[in-house]
């Protein structure tokens, strides 16, 4: 066992150190954030921060780090993706406006538009210049993704005729700002839920498309609903075949699953600080035994889950595929998130009311995460679901029996839910 | 950067594991618990034909001079293979602490024997139900002989010597003894383990050798401590392992209502949550064998760390499993109840959770500043 890198790593870190420091400033402590550190945290100023970074990283050579080098990326090895990572987390780096386009689009434009398509939208996203969204779920359609009743019907029976969609999508990061999006909608009602469905890019700006911020409980709005009214999309846009469109999805949905990675918020550091600065009984809360076994408790999840992240490192270095474990990263950390928020605030005791970052310890964050992990222990894949698939793909358990499985789309149950309108 | 064994070491752990699956495992566990003592005699002197009990050992007093990584190779195998032998009191503690404070006189007589299996040693602290601190260690050393009463002591019933803690010198002092000479009178005590047998040894002028300076054996037991921490967590991450794997394969075959009981969310995300635990022991038993093999100036931090993690994550899959097999898991017939002792012994011989949750914070209060 050895943390050092091969000769050629080594060359690669210093590499992406190089341009990173040449570009972008270092943190003054690990847990600084680009947000902190933002004096307009306007949308059109992170947009436009983002979009200045990415032109900069694409001039020089370091955009989308998985990309073929023909569309305008990197042409990376799995391994050099991670190590630039672990570098650039040591610098304040514009971040959220570039990566679902790259990480989810751009991939399933590879593999299903028209060369003539990538020749057009692959450089641009690229670049920075054109921005994607993903526009999947809907209110009724969570977990059950596949459940989803946006209508995308043919407009005339030719081969080639226009597709019109219908309906409400729901939690789209970034829809406002985006030029283009990915959607999937069911243009077959009457055959199997996941045989049904048809995947398709679409202009953001065509008429019909109304996009409307959702308030989040920590009072930020982060995703947007998507309504359709009669937005007519060119077949030439279809990715996939007609009734295919869950397969492209999978797809997407598969690299969100590891992308959406640990849980922000105060960590172990932040809380084992803070029990270090408050006092309990008076005497200080770092004394007391139970404040110690939560510290325990919270540090081994945390070396837990750095050291499964170097397992699987350890793989893609030796140019292996990672095994299973990293499946258990959003599970540990978004539940630890919430706890460790929700025992900050006992260890401040009454003072834990204030949300004032210059009034109550720790700037605010514990308050602030304590709003936001409840929705980091849904977003990517609930807790329920990711236990199903450890215990069914990990542990080769058998599924559930499905109440829809062989029926119609149009005969499933739907109960009383929101969104419950027949396709 | 490689953070896995090498594949000498992946070759040693399945030569281990198909050596534990022919000769050990529920089967022999089960001699022990049904009385027969000698049981494991065998299996012990067969691991030292394999080079074992020598592992950590250097070569010029009949060991392999491997390092510490196969030592935690072979305690993952020895915890999924349920080994009853002494070999974790041998290899995790005894011998270590002889190789770190034994006189060269003292590692060239015992060790080529022990290495061999012709000789066996267990390491004697606990005096009784209070826990092993300073002020409860009352045995005593006059002109090197020893009087005291010592226990519980893994494998003191049988074990040809013992390393006894004695309370003298403000420090206490470590003093080797021949358990089968006079002035020793040793008896099995019934054990919630049997597989892992605990007995009362009392010394009446027993004749006894210093091992290390006087005054530093508790510095010595700490040292000790961290480096077979790693070892037992590694036995009971394998031990964890092994509980999720035997309650998976009930959740398959089991039907009730129709159905695999594996199918049901009320077992399966019992199950995600077991293998969650398990691999999170994994890891961070991982980063503490390589600050076990590298000395690093970690170990005491990565060693309560895999400790803690991994004594969790067996009680944890050893109680579940039982609840996963229902009231047969409950039965004297099924294997549950073997990992379910085996994860009860393992927690607390070395310190109870209470003790390694206090060793990490402790560790991270005193920890260098860059590291946090």
Known sequence: MDFSDTTEEAAFRMEARAWLDANATPKAHPNQTWASVLEDKTRDNIVRLCKEFQSRRHADGWACLHWPKEYGGRGCTAIERVIYGQEESRYIVPRGVVEIGQGMAGPILMKYATADQKARYLPPMATGEEIWCQIFSEASAGSDLAGLRMAATKDGDADDADWILDGEKIWTSGAHYSDFGITIARSDGAVAKHKGLTFFFIDMKSPGISIAPIRQISGSSHFNSVRFDNVRVPDAQRLGAVGEGWKVALATLMNERVSVGEAPGPDFEQIFALAQTVELNDRPAIENQMVRSKL??????????????????SALSRGETPGPENSITKLVSATKAQDIARFGADLMDQCAVITDPDLVLGDGRFQQSYMQSPAMRIAGGTDEILRNIIAEHVLKLPSEPRADKGLAFSEIPTGNVAGETGP | MNFDFSPEQELLRDQARSFLAANCGAPLARKLLDGNVAAGDDLYRQMAELGWIGTGVPEEYGGFGAGGLELCVLAEELGRGLA?????????????????????????????PLVGGELTVTIAVNEGPRNATPRNVATMAENNLITGVKYPVADGARADLALVLCADQGGGSFYLVALNEPGVVREDIPAQDPSRPQAKVSFDGAQGKAVGKPGEGW????????????????EQMGGAHAALDQACDYARARFAFGRAIGSYQGVKHKLADMYVAATLAKSNCYYAAWALSTDAAELPLAAA???????????????????????????????CHLYYRRARSLAVNIGSNL??????????????????
Not at chain 2, 221 to 227: F, G, N, Q, R, V
Request: glycine share 4%; hydrophobic share 45%.
């Open chain 1, 296 to 313: 325990a408790h919270w540090y081994c999840e945390t070396a837990g889950l750095k050291n499964t992240r170097m397992r699987s490192v």
């Open chain 2, 355 to 372: 003790v390694w949750e206090e060793k990490l914070v402790r560790a991270l209060e005193t920890r260098p500043e860059e590291a946090a």
């Open chain 2, 219 to 234: 510095a010595l037991l700490a040292k000790i401590y961290d480096h077979a921490a790693v070892l037992y967590a590694f």
């Open chain 2, 84 to 112: 009853p032998a002494p070999i974790a009191t041998a290899t995790y503690l005894a011998i270590p602490l002889l190789l770190l404070a034994g006189s060269e006189a003292q590692k060239r007589k015992y060790l080529t």
């Open chain 2, 305 to 335: 760390t895999a400790r803690v993690s991994a004594t969790k994550a067996f009680d944890m899959c050893a109680s579940e499993n039982i609840q996963i097999h229902g009231g047969m898991g409950c039965t004297w017939e099924v294997d």
